[in-house]
């Protein structure tokens, strides 16, 4: 069962994708649409709320154009105004009606947004709602030639936003609007519980990780002092529970991932997320069954089912506790599943993913330091790569489109641990890839089991610094996401540097570098060879 445990963690941990984001671009960067005075504003999203006859009834989201008045931020300074019909629809000639003041709401097509933005702003209109023919919102840029001394702002609103706002003023009701473009805090407090999630899971997997390792280690140490010759089978089923990576496997799992990654954009479509949501689950399953286990067994009541087994077809010798604690986790799997789209749903799958994470860092183990240097190394290249260089190739960021769940229907696949932006007035997740944590928080869990095996300290060992470098490393990346205006940022773009940069210069310093690098652990010479001096020759 260890091993059919250890293959399934390993295929789900290929599976992850490594980034880190947060609820969505509020300003999209354009480099591709000219820009000139006059015509030079971010596409920023707008909030447009509405109220019918005074009564607030709901709130619509647009997108600013290139050209026209910047919008303000705050909703207290946005004036509730009249809205109107344009006469004629299109607005691409002078409308009839005169506004004095009001937001005028015309129809897309027909004539150029700047010219319709100039006829409204003619006829004194305060604000211009165009609304586009699709359900997607575009960006509205300035013609070359184009008078662009606008000094309104011009808001575009998806189609079906528009037919709701005819239907009311159709109908004689009486329809104002405010405009607002809300800007994200600098810090808000769901990064810093995201941060603090992220570090304790490491912690809590390092310190399992290297108790696991050190008990090996005494078991062996107790067999080779008594000069048993059971040793080589009790080392072997000592680790038969542990897949520990070679330098090709480290290669191999970052290719996987990003041929699983391609196929991910290419078939991103509601039922895959519905399979990557099962597999989710069986993992997040047989992850949390391991913790709970693990955890129960430290209490002395459950140490009698946790010792004692029992023959299961298909998955061999199981344990009472095992047996006992599996129906709650599916259950809680299978409830998150059903239940995954109401607010606070969240919760279980966190749950779900840090106790898959925690047990994916206690069976899959990096050897030495050779390893964990060529396993982030390509992690490093691989969050570069489909962040930023697979714009070139796909005209958008593979890893950003995957992770928000595009053309799926859904709120983003479900290998993330995310967290609601409580201060955010545009709402949406902070969110980090599990392989942010994963990938890292290996090379940290070795740094403690060998800082154990070797009988470190906290001063003198690896583990303190490696966790510190990983906590700035995550620290740095949530400062740039936030000087990015919330794009996404390749976590290991971070991470990396500050983790091993950290490791393979304190190795160096203090002379373990080669050590690190080979063995991965300290040389235990065998109790039974006995050294004799050399003895010169008469």
């Known amino acids: 069962m260890e091993i059919n445990r250890g293959v399934l963690i390993i295929i789900l941990a290929v599976v992850l994708s490594a980034r880190l984001g947060s609820a969505g671009d509020i300003v999209h960067q354009d480099n591709v649409a000219p820009k000139r005075p006059g015509c030079a504003n971010n596409f920023v999203l707008v909030k447009v709320p509405i109220w019918i006859n005074g009564e607030e009834d709901m709130e619509y989201v647009g997108v600013g154009a290139r050209f026209g008045l910047t919008l303000e931020s705050k909703e207290k300074h946005a004036n509730h105004t009249r809205l109107a019909l344009a006469d004629p629809p299109d607005c691409c000639s002078k409308p009839r009606n005169q506004l004095t003041g009001d937001v005028i709401l015309v129809n897309r097509g027909n004539c150029s947004f700047t010219v319709k933005a100039n006829f409204a702003e003619e006829v004194g209109a305060s604000a211009i709602l165009i609304i586009n023919n699709q359900t997607e919102l575009f960006k509205m840029v300035c013609e070359s030639n184009a008078d662009v001394d606008i000094k309104i702002p011009a808001v575009m609103l998806p189609q079906d936003a528009g037919s709701n706002l ?43 990780s290297a108790w696991t390792a050190r008990e090996v280690a005494i078991e062996q140490d107790k067999l080779l002092k008594d000069g048993s010759q059971e040793f080589l089978q009790v080392g072997s089923a000592g680790s038969s529970g542990f897949v520990d990576i070679n330098t090709m496997s480290a290669i191999l799992f970052v290719v996987i991932a990003s041929c699983f990654l391609v196929m991910l954009y290419k078939l991103m479509s509601f039922w895959f997320v519905e399979v990557l949501v099962i597999l989710f689950c069986i993992g997040g399953v047989e992850g949390l069954q391991t913790c709970l286990v693990a955890l129960l067994s430290c209490f002395r009541w ?29 259950a809680f799997a299978v409830v998150w599943a059903v239940y995954r789209r109401i607010s606070f749903a969240w919760i279980g799958q966190d749950i779900l993913g840090i106790a898959l994470i925690i047990t994916v860092l206690q069976i899959v183990r990096v050897p030495n330091l ?16 489909w962040v930023f260089v697979s714009k070139w190739w796909f005209h958008e960021s593979v890893m950003i489109v995957v992770a928000r769940g595009d053309k799926s229907g859904e709120d983003g696949i479900p290998m993330l641990l995310k967290i609601p932006r409580m201060f955010d007035p545009w709402g949406g997740y902070s969110v980090i890839g599990f392989g942010d944590i994963i990938l890292p928080g290996l090379l940290v869990a070795f740094s403690l089991r060998y800082d154990w095996l070797t009988k470190k300290n906290l001063r003198t060992g690896y583990f303190v610094w490696a966790m510190t470098a990983y906590g700035l490393g995550l620290l740095v990346t949530y400062v740039a996401l936030n000087m990015m205006d919330g794009h996404g940022q390749p976590a290991l773009l971070y991470i990396v540097p500050f983790t091993l940069g950290t490791f393979i210069s304190l190795g160096k310093k203090r002379g373990d570098l080669k050590t690190l690098w080979t063995r991965g652990e300290p040389e235990r010479p065998c109790p039974h060879v006995q050294l004799q001096p050399l003895q010169q020759k008469e």
């Open 302 to 330: 459950f140490q009698h089912f946790a010792e004692s087994f029992i023959k299961v077809p298909f998955f061999g010798a199981v344990s009472h506790l095992t047996l006992a604690v599996c129906p709650f986790c599916v």
């Open 166 to 208: 005819k239907k009311y003023i159709n109908n004689n009701t009486t329809v104002s609007v405010a405009l607002y473009s809300p800007k994200r805090p600098a810090v808000d407090v769901a990064e810093v519980f995201l941060w603090l999630m992220a570090v304790g899971t490491i912690l809590s997997a390092s310190y399992w």
């Open 370 to 385: 050779k390893v964990g240097t060529v396993l982030l190394g390509c992690g490093f290249l691989y969050d570069i790569f």
